[in-house]
């Protein structure tokens, strides 16, 4: 089951409660998994120096909480930080994800299935952080990475789900999850596309971006190389590769599982929508994520066999509304909410 977990302090005290959270699966599974060993193989190399000196100069609070992160983990500093590096340095890093996008009068509806490594299930959570140098947020989190990178909602209202994108083209510049969780201490959808437009970008992702009080769904897709941002005018699907046209040129690998649940996913949208998606009936964006059609590439993925080695870890259905965002988080879609949550706050 999913846990709960309260984070307080500093960045470095809550990075260290972080750790200590996540302690017993690293120790137990991750360090020895392969997916570890393949990104320690960048250990001592020029790249290493050179991220990990981008992010104490731009992104001093986050390199604190790293610093936390290794110390509560009791793991090499160096180590942590190149698996918070993972997707920048290996295009085939198990993380991937679906994501609904629901624009409507009442407010941007965004359900989103978290896919990472089984071997991390039952070592989960949904974090509470109170952090004395930024604004408060909940985020699920995974053992010995920062958070951000997965779903999240801060204490603005500024809501953001994060999907994989293995992109070809990563270099020297900031780790991606670095940049979502700086954006986890935003205030605005312009702040946030902001940030990422002007900082030195290494790996990539796709966001889901909205806020309470305002009506733009945003779809965000960057790379090291471009920043993509446009507003979702009707109701989409985004699996883990990058959809947008500016995007296409750029090299990216797309696995066999994200093309089909990108097809089911907008199959299913249409049987919901009709052909032009304006003449929408009442869409289950619960009952999209958790389809099994396709045996072999479910959208909905808990098998010991995935072709991708990824496992749907939790599912969160959050709505945006006027003046809170109110949001659920399943671990399984269709089962009841484990915990149900206003703002970055349990309800």
């Given at each position: 089951m999913l846990?709960?977990?309260?984070?307080?302090?500093?960045?470095f005290?809550?990075?260290?409660?972080?750790g200590?959270?996540?302690?017993q699966?690293?120790?137990s599974y991750?360090?020895s998994s392969s997916p570890?060993?393949?990104?320690m193989?960048w250990r001592?190399?020029?790249?290493?120096?050179a991220?990990q000196?981008l992010?104490q100069?731009?992104?001093p609070?986050?390199?604190q909480?790293l610093?936390?992160l290794?110390?509560?983990?009791?793991l090499?500093?160096?180590?942590?930080f190149l698996?918070?590096?993972?997707?920048d340095?290996?295009?085939?890093?198990?993380?991937?994800c679906t994501?609904?996008q629901?624009?409507?009068?009442?407010g941007?509806r965004?359900?989103?299935?978290?896919d990472?490594?089984?071997?991390?299930?039952?070592?989960?959570?949904?974090?509470m952080?109170a952090?004395d140098?930024?604004p408060?947020?909940?985020s699920?989190v995974y053992p010995?990475?920062?958070?951000?990178h997965?779903?999240a909602?801060?204490?603005?209202?500024l809501?953001?789900?994060?999907?994989n994108?293995?992109?070809?083209?990563?270099t020297?510049g900031i780790?991606?999850?670095?940049?979502?969780?700086?954006?986890?201490?935003?205030?605005?959808?312009a702040?946030?596309?902001?940030?990422?437009?002007?900082m030195?970008?290494?790996?990539?992702f796709?966001?889901?971006?909205?806020?309470?009080?305002?009506q733009?769904?945003m779809?965000?897709e960057?790379n090291?190389?471009?920043?993509s941002s446009?507003v979702v005018q009707?109701?989409?699907?985004?699996a883990?590769?990058?959809?947008?046209d500016s995007?296409?040129?750029?090299?990216q690998v797309?696995?066999?599982?994200?093309?089909?649940r990108?097809r089911?996913?907008d199959e299913?949208?249409?049987?919901?929508?009709?052909p032009?998606r304006a003449?929408k009936?009442?869409?289950?964006?619960?009952?999209?994520?958790?389809?099994?059609?396709n045996?072999?590439?479910?959208?909905?993925?808990d098998q010991?066999?995935d072709?991708?080695?990824e496992n749907?870890?939790?599912?969160a259905?959050?709505q945006?509304?006027?003046?809170?965002?109110t949001?659920?988080?399943h671990?399984?879609p269709?089962q009841?909410?484990?915990f149900?949550?206003v703002?970055?706050?349990l309800?």
């Amino acid at each position: 089951m999913l846990s709960l977990i309260e984070l307080s302090g500093s960045s470095f005290q809550t990075g260290r409660a972080l750790g200590r959270f996540g302690a017993q699966a690293a120790h137990s599974y991750l360090v020895s998994s392969s997916p570890w060993q393949t990104v320690m193989a960048w250990r001592g190399t020029d790249t290493s120096r050179a991220m990990q000196a981008l992010v104490q100069q731009h992104f001093p609070r986050v390199h604190q909480e790293l610093q936390g992160l290794a110390a509560g983990l009791e793991l090499a500093p160096e180590d942590v930080f190149l698996w918070n590096c993972r997707g920048d340095l290996w295009s085939m890093a198990p993380d991937g994800c679906t994501t609904v996008q629901l624009p409507g009068p009442g407010g941007p509806r965004i359900t989103h299935n978290e896919d990472g490594d089984p071997g991390l299930a039952g070592y989960c959570g949904i974090g509470m952080f109170a952090n004395d140098e930024g604004p408060d947020f909940a985020s699920f989190v995974y053992p010995a990475s920062i958070p951000g990178h997965t779903f999240a909602v801060n204490e603005h209202g500024l809501a953001m789900t994060v999907n994989n994108l293995r992109t070809r083209r990563a270099t020297v510049g900031i780790p991606r999850m670095v940049l979502t969780r700086a954006l986890l201490d935003c205030s605005s959808l312009a702040q946030a596309v902001n940030l990422l437009v002007g900082m030195p970008r290494s790996g990539g992702f796709h966001l889901s971006l909205a806020q309470r009080g305002q009506q733009d769904l945003m779809s965000v897709e960057f790379n090291a190389l471009h920043v993509s941002s446009r507003v979702v005018q009707a109701p989409s699907l985004h699996a883990n590769h990058a959809l947008h046209d500016s995007m296409l040129g750029y090299p990216q690998v797309i696995t066999d599982s994200s093309r089909h649940r990108q097809r089911r996913g907008d199959e299913l949208l249409g049987q919901q929508t009709g052909p032009d998606r304006a003449s929408k009936t009442e869409i289950d964006p619960l009952c999209i994520l958790a389809d099994q059609e396709n045996r072999q590439f479910p959208i909905y993925r808990d098998q010991p066999d995935d072709s991708d080695a990824e496992n749907t870890m939790a599912t969160a259905d959050i709505q945006v509304g006027t003046e809170t965002v109110t949001w659920a988080v399943h671990e399984r879609p269709g089962q009841s909410a484990r915990f149900n949550l206003v703002d970055a706050n349990l309800a």
